[in-house]
């Protein structure tokens, strides 16, 4: 490649059950694509839930149409089953785990603690998901990198795995770095083990936990990778701050705002930083010697965000959970009025997700000729 090669990367930020809006978005840009057989991504990175949707992607970078329609047979089949143990023994079980340990904290855990098992997930993903697929795709030339972010609880570092083309060389800044590494499976549920929900995992050795956790520039990793233009697509609103209405917030409440500024927080953060840089630059003449001097670069980039608060959505779903989480929820302050952004992290309902998966495909298909601009691709047809 050139250097004025398009290196288009795709970023995925965490979310939980949130994530299936992510897949309706992949749906609709291989529509707009017209179901191409190449992965539109050179660079596919994920955090959390997203992470699960980039090792899809990256695994199916060569038949990148057939990988999104497999993909959202996953999602919109999900059952909470199929994602942590739901009988009202296990979860009561895990939650006197919990608390015990507070109550008398042992020197040496035999296991990590958490308040659902995600074991079920586990045997979900190895049956879904190949990752020496996505080492055959960097050797065969369709795929340059893949990347997942998880959370080191030794040094309290963000540490994204990569792996990809043999020129990629690692990266440290402050309290984040790059690691060149095979992803497997660990890899994978490391990132998606939420802090406290679900248990954290070993890689190498050392437990590692969801990747959102104090990633506080989630765009770097990919631009790191060698993109210069990125597709990003979150879980949350790209708006101002909302008033819920929230008189005396439960458990539920503050654990759903917890869950925001892991998840979310950061790449608001990260996409306003940027936007700012790409203002700065845009003020500057290209020729002028103050711009040559600076390492900043200006970097195209599509933001897709859903219209509608999955929170919104979440709590007429509440009562299709099977009874024992139900009652589970109900003491935590979660039901189908309280506790909704919570909720919308940990409904993994295939009514819900669906609902997700379609509002990410409409989303994106009211930026047809904007996905269209991104990608620098003419349609065979020009009808809309």
């Not at 893949?146 to 309290?156: D, L």
């Not at 990793?221 to 949350?236: C, R, S, Y």
């Not at 979310?264 to 940027?274: A, G, V």
């Not at 007429?316 to 309280?338: A, H, S, T, W």
């Amino acid at each position: 490649m050139t250097d004025n090669a398009s290196i288009p990367g795709l970023i995925l930020s965490g979310g939980g059950a949130r994530a299936a809006y992510q897949v309706g978005v992949l749906k609709a840009v291989s529509e707009i694509l017209e179901q191409p057989e190449q992965s539109p991504f050179r660079i596919v990175s994920g955090t959390s839930a997203g992470a699960i949707n980039s090792c899809a992607v990256a695994e199916h970078s060569h038949r990148f149409d057939e990988g999104i329609k497999r993909l959202e047979q996953i999602w919109i089949n999900l059952t909470p089953e199929q994602v942590y143990h739901t009988k009202l023994s296990q979860l009561l079980g895990n939650a006197f785990r919990w608390f015990w340990n507070i109550i008398r904290p042992a020197s040496q855990l035999k296991k990590p603690l958490a308040l659902l098992d995600n074991e079920p997930l586990r045997g979900l993903l190895t049956k879904a998901i190949r990752f020496d697929d996505i080492r055959d795709n960097i050797n065969n030339g369709h795929l340059d990198a893949a990347c997942i972010t998880a959370y080191n609880y030794n040094t309290g570092d963000s540490v994204s795995f990569f792996q990809g083309l043999p020129d990629l060389v690692e990266w440290q800044r402050f309290r984040r770095f790059g690691k060149a590494e095979d992803l497997t499976m660990s890899h994978l549920m490391g990132s998606i083990a939420i802090p406290m929900i679900f248990p954290s995992e070993p890689i190498n050795d050392i437990h590692f936990g969801d990747g959102s956790m104090r990633f506080l520039t989630p765009l770097s990793p990919t631009l790191h990778l060698g993109a210069n233009k990125l597709f990003v697509v979150t879980v949350e609103p790209l708006r101002g701050e909302v008033d819920h209405k929230i008189k005396i917030p439960s458990i539920g409440d503050i654990s759903g705002h917890l869950l925001d500024s892991i998840f979310i927080d950061s790449l608001e953060s990260d996409i306003e930083r940027m936007m700012r840089v790409n203002e700065l630059l845009a003020h500057i003449p290209e020729r002028d010697i103050v711009r040559e001097q600076l390492t900043l670069k200006q970097v195209d980039t599509f933001i897709i965000s859903p219209s509608i608060d999955p929170m919104e959505l979440a709590g007429q779903y509440f009562k299709n959970l099977p009874r024992g989480l139900r009652f589970f929820f109900k003491r935590i302050g979660v039901d189908d009025e309280n506790g909704e952004s919570i909720l919308s992290y940990l409904l993994f309902d295939k009514s819900f997700t669906s609902d997700l998966i379609e509002l990410g495909y409409q989303d994106a298909m009211k930026q047809k000729h904007n996905i269209l601009d991104f990608f620098d691709y003419e349609p065979s047809s020009q009808e809309d």
